[in-house]
């Protein structure tokens, strides 16, 4: 096994001491306060993507009010549609006639 | 932070902004820059922060990745066509030159700006900010032989400008 050469090892730490000192005198500023707190308040003042939308809507004042009645609106047509004896639904049977999937028929084109 | 929560946002810019403001500012050597590419680093991490896996590497080492990413995306955006090493050899002047101890910082600042990218950008994680050849090779997305390698080539271009220096 050869004998490591203890002369360039030497030199090559030296070296690298010298060189890491070199390095270590270029030293750069902390962050100010100022930058610090100008990046938190860039992401807290962030609008997230459904206040946008909300803002879009016209702010709380205008989309709640819609939407609360869309919301009635959905739940109370149907009821009030069932009190008066309307109804939309159909007998399965009719369903599958307009659909012309009714095996039962006999279909012939002209 | 995953979750959005602010309060450990600003928790996490207090603990890793001198950090990245330094990485950043070397990799530069601009301050003004590096303050912008902080914050982009910074609304970057807030809104990717569901790509971190714990596993894979430290919280620390994903942000130096999101920070070399946006230093190369603002070096793209200001002079697209010119070759990054000539956009960032335009030194800052430096207020008090006279002194020794800040004209020799001003020429390591120098000498870093005049590696090239890959070689300054493991140099300075691996000198000043600690990080093994591990680490390095995790930020930098590539192999531990390839950061051995890029850092075997910086020293020796640093030992020859501080070789020069010391004949002059």
Redesign the interface.
């Known amino acids: 096994m050869p004998t490591p050469d203890t002369d360039t090892d030497t030199d090559t730490d030296t ?2 001491q ?3 000192q ?2 270590d ?7 100010d306060m100022a ?2 707190q ?3 308040t ?3 003042s ?1 609008p ?1 993507p459904w206040r946008e939308l909300l803002q879009v809507l016209g702010g709380w004042r205008i989309a709640g009010p819609a939407f609360a009645l869309s919301v009635s609106l959905g739940i109370g047509t149907p009821l009030w549609l069932g009190q008066n004896g309307n109804t939309t639904s159909i007998a399965q049977d009719s369903v599958w006639t307009v659909a012309g999937l009714d095996s039962s028929q006999d279909w012939t084109y002209e | 932070m995953a979750a959005g929560d602010q309060a450990a946002f600003a928790q996490l810019v207090q603990r890793h902004l001198n950090d990245m403001l330094a990485f950043i500012e070397r990799m530069t050597g601009n301050r003004a820059d590096a303050e912008d590419i902080a914050q982009d680093t910074f609304t970057k991490a807030w809104q990717q922060a569901r790509k971190w896996r714990p596993g894979r590497a430290k919280y620390r080492t994903w942000l130096f990745q999101v920070a070399m990413n946006q230093t190369r995306d603002r070096w793209r955006r200001q002079r697209p066509t010119e070759d990054l090493n000539e956009v960032l050899i335009s030194p800052e002047p430096m207020p008090d030159q006279a002194a020794d101890s800040a004209a020799q910082a001003q020429r390591v600042r120098a000498a870093l700006l005049a590696l090239p990218e890959r070689q300054r950008c493991a140099m300075i994680l691996s000198h000043y900010h600690g990080m093994n050849n591990i680490e390095a090779a995790q930020a930098l997305e590539i192999s531990v032989e390839a950061v051995e390698s890029l850092l075997g080539r910086a020293r020796r271009t640093l030992r020859q400008k501080l070789a020069t220096e010391r004949e002059a």
């Not at chain 1, 005198?25 to 962050?31: E, K, L």
């Open positions: 070296d690298n010298d060189l890491n070199w390095l005198s270029y030293q750069v500023a902390p962050a930058v610090q100008r990046i938190i860039s992401i807290v962030r997230q």
